[in-house]
């Protein structure tokens, strides 16, 4: 038997988990929104921004368009390859986007065709759903087929750019999944959402029919967040991103999220509203917190301030902070003391706005005056890329900042920068 001969025949001994493992990256096409991040490792605090409409750099701006043909291509070979398919069709699957009326069409035909030919459908490979077309979910029967064969559906991402969110977009997903689903990201809500069409339903009575949901994001129309004056009690709901600084609405409940660990705080926090009014019923229970500062405290760092000031007098255990920060200039009088729990910090840069390294670096510095800090991750792929990059070309621009930090620098995927 030849060397080459031995080596395949070796390869194919393998265990089907090593292959799978192997596969995995194989098939790995990058995301804006991870496929499935609602059993993450809990030692992992950083949270990333909960947002329907995510926070990216203008680098990375229209990277999955890039990446479809790739996707095309490996789906291709998954047709022609038994062994390659077999394994990498749950993968594949795991995450899938429909941006069109025809999209859904063509998936409702695809589960269709899977269900007859095995009793183990490709609707149950699929973990994330993300829906980035309104009229998708007007290609009746199709969503209702669609949603039926999602039995093990975690995550279901609706962004409608430039159009409402009605309730009707809403009925059928929950319908289907309400037992399975873990997360809810909504974009571009309408007001109407909160309040009951002439069937009785609205997002509060459908939330209610979610046992197990344990992330929730809403974004309003307008950009901001949006802070429904009634939610449900939620007792498994430990991440929420769903404030309006301009809500001044208060919970009825005195422990709504009994279960709550992580918020996204949009400011500024007005002095009567919702965000405050949760702080302060709830925020002895939060672990990390994000602040998004951009553009609100640009020019004006008070609102910052006042937000700092109410993370130190409700949230004692409060031991991740994560900020979308802009160039350090902007925030020369900020004082980062406040938190002497605090041992883990996320930076990330403004959303779609692209700083040059040398303008992020002050902040390495002004972490390394925080005693208590013990972790600094950067949370901007492109931030975190340059300084790492810097940092091994010994560019003496980065290092200067770093002389005295004693702190464990960390890029975006959580892997360790030395220096």
């Known amino acids: ?35 499935d991040n609602t059993d993450r490792d809990d030692r992992d605090a950083f949270i990333y921004p909960n947002s329907a409409t995510p926070i990216i750099p203008s680098s990375l701006v229209g990277l999955s368009d890039s990446l479809q043909p790739t996707l095309s291509t490996r789906s291709s070979l998954a047709l022609v390859c038994k062994a390659w398919h077999v394994m990498t069709t749950p993968l594949l699957y795991r995450l899938l986007r429909i941006r069109s009326f025809e999209d859904m069409y063509a998936l409702a035909k695809t589960f269709e065709s899977s269900r007859k030919q ?36 975690k995550i279901l991402t ?51 029919s979610l046992p197990h949901l344990r992330h929730l994001t809403v974004c309003s129309e307008t950009g901001s967040m949006a802070c429904p004056r009634h939610l449900p009690r939620l007792s498994e709901l430990s991440s929420f991103g769903a404030f309006d600084y301009r809500c001044p609405y208060h919970h009825l409940d005195n422990h709504p999220f009994p279960s709550l660990r992580h918020v996204d705080i949009q400011l500024p926090i007005i002095k009567r509203g919702c965000v405050r009014h949760l702080l302060e019923l709830q925020g002895r229970l939060l672990t990390s917190v994000f602040l998004s500062t951009f553009p609100i405290c640009r020019f004006n760092v008070g609102p910052l301030h006042t937000a700092c000031s109410l993370l130190k007098d409700h949230c004692p255990n409060l031991k991740t902070l994560v900020m979308m920060v802009g160039p350090f200039g902007s925030y020369q009088h900020l004082i ?84």
């Open 336 to 419: 980062l003391d406040n938190f002497p729990a605090v041992t883990q910090m996320g930076l990330l840069s403004p959303r779609f706005e692209r700083n040059e390294p040398e303008r992020f670096y002050p902040w390495l510095e002004c972490m390394g005056t925080i005693p208590s800090i013990r972790v600094l991750r950067l949370m901007d792929r492109w931030i975190s890329g340059s300084v790492r990059a810097a940092i091994e070309s010994d560019e003496k621009s980065v290092r200067k900042y770093l002389k005295e930090c004693r702190y464990r620098l960390e890029d975006y995927d959580g892997d360790a920068i030395l220096f």
């Open 1 to 35: 038997m030849s060397t080459s001969d031995k080596l395949a025949a070796h390869q194919f001994s393998l265990p089907v988990e090593t292959w799978s493992e192997i596969f995995e990256y194989a098939v790995y096409v990058p995301s804006l929104v991870d496929a």
């Open 158 to 208: 609706l962004n409608f750019p430039y159009t409402a969110m009605h309730n009707k977009f809403l009925l059928i997903p929950l319908s289907h999944c309400r037992q399975t689903l873990r997360r809810i990201d909504i974009s571009n809500l309408h007001d109407g959402i909160l309040e009951s069409d002439r069937q009785g339903n609205s997002l509060v009575t459908m939330l209610k």
């Open 118 to 153: 095995s009793s183990l459908h490709l609707g149950t490979f699929v973990r994330h759903l993300r829906i980035e077309s309104p009229f998708a979910l007007t290609a009746m029967p199709a969503p209702d087929l669609v949603f039926s064969c999602l039995t093990r559906l």
